[in-house]
């Protein structure tokens, strides 16, 4: 089987407020990255997808995972609820995204979450962890921006090294 030829990697972390969007040029390893409401986003891909055809669209499917439980001991059963709700609205915009995609005729992957083995909350990457391998990151960064951002990376197959910290040391870029 033949792979196709990528130059754009389009990775998004779905989220029903605004989902996280980094968009991965695969020769000059430039990113940029984003948060959108699904309208937008809709609107993205179906330009990117004219503007660069050899464009790959990636989404991070949750739903993929046989489990979603995201509560800790102590939790009340309203926050678990709540918890479960929101991890249900980000999951069916994700597939909507995925649905919109196939219907503009849009190829798109879909990709299981990540393992989380980084330092922040949650074991999810911080933004001075990414900082280290993806050159020029933009100075702020919030969890779906970076989950993308490392999404498209990763999915690239570029190096992802990070130095550990050392105690009373920030992490270096």
Known sequence: MTMKKVDVILAIDPDCEKSGVA????????????????????????DLQLLVPDTLVIIEAGWLNEAHWHIRQGDSRRLSASKGNAVGR??????????MCHHFGVHVELVRPL???WSGADRK???????QFIPGIV?????????????AWHHAGFPIVVKPKQKGTQCSK
């Open 125 to 131: 990457i911080t933004h001075e962890e990414i900082a």
């Open 139 to 151: 100075a702020r960064t919030n969890q779906e921006i970076r989950d993308a951002a490392l999404l």
């Open 23 to 46: 968009i991965l040029n695969l020769r000059t390893k430039k990113m940029d990255m984003y948060n959108m409401p699904f309208p937008v986003l809709i609107d993205l891909i179906t």
């Open 90 to 99: 980000n999951h069916e915009t994700g597939r909507k995204i995925v649905e």
């Open 115 to 117: 393992k989380k083995v």
